[in-house]
T-cell receptor
Framework: DAGVTQSPTHLIKTRGQQVTLRCSPISGHKSVSWYQQVLGQGPQFIFQYYEKEERGRGNFPDRFSARQFPNYSSELNVNALLLGDSALYLC???????????FGPGTRLLVL | QKEVEQDPGPLSVPEGAIVSLNCTYSNSAFQYFMWYRQYSRKGPELLMYTYSSGNKEDGRFTAQVDKSSKYISLFIRDSQPSDSATYLCAMSNQGGKLIFGQGTELSVKP
């Protein structure tokens, strides 16, 4: 069975640009969560979606937004990129919002 | 003060050694405790999942949770070079949002 997939794997953007990251959950999983992992740190929670509804939001500015589609895939959008947004962006899926989360390989974003 | 504290290491041990990794936390509402392993430039991989206090064993790995002390541990027996990775503790109060430690970088030398 395929695990969580994310695209693209790597991305280079310049300050002020906008970026969209994509995630496909494990088949049957209805919840997707997004995390940001800065080099040398643990992942930090950004959003969780379950059945297309936002279940939780972390302490991130409004430049970060996300949505979940009817097929349970998800997109994370970041506007007005800052140098500090450079990180590994991880998507995790689970059966429901409270079940064990399984992570994808991440999208590595570099903002120049 | 961070909600979850984890010694970042790095930790270097010889092959075959017993490894002890630890996290402390401040939020007494946490009930779900996890250990993830993350290889370089990869996503975290779930190793152990524990609900509330107690021990859980899976092969060479043992997870312990002491809620009274707000302290969790992961023990790796007979460590192998393939165990070289960053180990992340994570916890939550009712599922959903996971709070991670900083991660401990482990190197097992042949």
């Amino acid at each position: 069975d395929a695990g969580v997939t994310q695209s693209p794997t790597h991305l280079i953007k310049t300050r002020g640009q906008q970026v969209t990251l994509r995630c496909s959950p494990i088949s049957g999983h209805k919840s997707v969560s997004w995390y940001q992992q800065v080099l040398g740190q643990g992942p930090q929670f950004i959003f969780q979606y379950y059945e297309k509804e936002e279940r939780g939001r972390g302490n991130f500015p409004d430049r970060f937004s996300a949505r979940q589609f009817p097929n349970y895939s998800s997109e994370l959008n970041v506007n007005a990129l800052l140098l500090g947004d450079s990180a590994l962006y991880l998507c995790a899926s689970s059966w429901t919002w409270e079940e064990t989360q399984y992570f994808g390989p991440g999208t590595r974003l570099l903002v120049l | 003060q961070k909600e979850v504290e984890q010694d970042p290491g790095p930790l270097s041990v010889p092959e075959g050694a017993i490894v002890s990794l630890n996290c402390t936390y401040s939020n007494s509402a946490f009930q779900y405790f996890m250990w993830y392993r993350q290889y370089s430039r990869k996503g975290p991989e779930l190793l152990m999942y524990t609900y509330s206090s107690g021990n859980k064993e899976d092969g060479r790995f043992t997870a312990q949770v002491d809620k009274s002390s707000k302290y969790i541990s992961l023990f790796i027996r007979d460590s192998q070079p393939s165990d070289s990775a960053t180990y992340l503790c994570a916890m939550s109060n009712q599922g959903g949002k996971l709070i991670f430690g900083q991660g401990t970088e482990l190197s097992v030398k042949p």
